[in-house]
């Protein structure tokens, strides 16, 4: 996802009772309403899981639940996303090594954001360039065969571009 900055609550409002629209004759459409609320908000805000939990006759609760359990859903708007793979052939390539030094390097933990407020860092499980290993997204697009100096020097080319 590229980082999109979080809509005013009106705003927010206004996509998320679209999003439920589109998806009220669907069967279990909890997930797929969380990630497109997510995809066009850029987050999901606590003042929209009312709306949610209503439209699909669960408790706020429940909604909230989801929310935080899986750790793909935020609740504030992300920076810059650096999802680094943690599937098997990346792992077995460096990529435990490679988070590491990017958590080093960002000066945060998974799920957090850097210290500057420009990147978020999340764990991602196969990004499918398992020949390529170890890899990592920038804002959906992959960077393959990822060292700790091309991390670095893809870190510092994209704080130079915004």
């Known amino acids: 996802m590229i980082a999109v900055a979080s809509l005013p609550p009106a705003d927010a409002l206004a996509t998320v009772l679209h999003i439920l629209e589109r998806w009220a004759d669907e069967p279990g459409p ?6 497109d609320v997510q995809d066009a908000v850029g987050c999901i805000p606590a003042h929209v899981v009312p709306n949610i939990a209503d439209a699909l006759n669960l408790s706020r609760a429940e909604v909230h639940g989801v929310i935080s359990y899986y750790h793909h ?8 996303v650096i999802q680094i793979c943690r599937a098997e052939s990346c792992q077995a390539m460096g990529s435990e090594a490679l988070l ?3 958590r080093q390097h960002l000066g945060c933990a998974l799920h957090g954001t850097s210290k500057d407020g420009a990147f978020t860092l999340e764990p991602i499980y196969c990004l499918g360039l398992c020949a390529s290993s170890p890899a990592l997204m920038l804002d959906d697009e992959p ?12 870190v510092a080319q994209t704080r130079s571009v915004t």
């Open 30 to 35: 909890l997930l797929p309403i969380l990630h």
């Open 73 to 80: 859903f935020r609740t504030e708007p992300a920076a810059r």
């Open 143 to 154: 960077h393959a065969r990822m060292t700790p100096e091309r991390f670095d020097a893809l």
């Open 100 to 102: 590491a030094h990017a």
